[in-house]
């Protein structure tokens, strides 16, 4: 395991959506482009946290965007760059929304995860999410397939 480099995880606005967009084409098959963010980021309710390296020049490595809807907290896209997986930053970065929600009052944390990542549905089990529902082929992928998505949540 390659050791984590100082990071520091900072709420940004629609201002960062073209980097939000890099990432995102990054991190997934189908790709949001910088005009979903600006219009996402621009909804009430909605925030968004970068994680950055402390080097100079510092660099992005993660992102997550989530919403305030009543009593639940929506993960809505959460991504670390290839590059930089296996770092724990996807559980910074989770750890980032959980106590900005705690904070702001939410009850509960709730996201989609695509049944085959195996990796994030180990991480969000970890973190005490648990699957409490199923959005039958959710996800487009390569050549018209699709996957399934599962609903995980835990109580905040």
Same mark, same amino acid.
């Given at each position: ?9 900072l709420?940004?606005?629609a ?6 967009a890099?990432m ?8 949001? %482009?910088a005009?979903?963010? =600006?219009?996402l *980021? $621009?909804?009430p309710g909605?925030? @968004?946290?970068?994680?950055w390296? !402390?080097a100079?020049?510092?660099?992005p ?8 809807a ?12 290839p590059?930089?997986? %296996?770092?724990?930053?996807? =559980?910074?970065? *989770? $750890?980032?929304?959980?106590?900005? @929600?705690?904070?702001?009052?939410? !009850?509960?944390l709730?996201?989609e995860?695509?049944?085959?990542n195996?990796p994030?549905r ?8 648990t ?26």
């Open positions: 395991r390659v050791p984590l480099p100082m990071i520091d995880v709420p940004v606005g201002e960062a959506a073209a980097g939000l890099a995102h084409a990054s991190c997934f098959e189908e790709a949001w %482009d005009q979903t963010f =600006r219009m *980021l $621009r909804m909605t925030c @968004a946290h970068v994680a390296t !402390r100079e020049p510092a660099e490595v993660g992102f997550v965007v989530w919403r305030r009543g009593d639940d907290a929506e993960i809505i896209s959460i991504g670390v760059l590059a930089q997986r %296996d770092r724990r930053l996807g =559980r910074r970065l *989770l $750890r980032t929304v959980i106590q900005a @929600a705690t904070c702001d009052g939410a !009850r509960r709730v996201l995860v695509g049944e085959s195996a994030a180990a991480l969000y089990t970890q973190l005490r999410l699957e409490v529902g199923r959005r039958r082929r959710y996800y487009r992928k390569a050549h018209g397939a699709t996957e399934d998505a599962l609903i995980m949540a835990r109580d905040l």
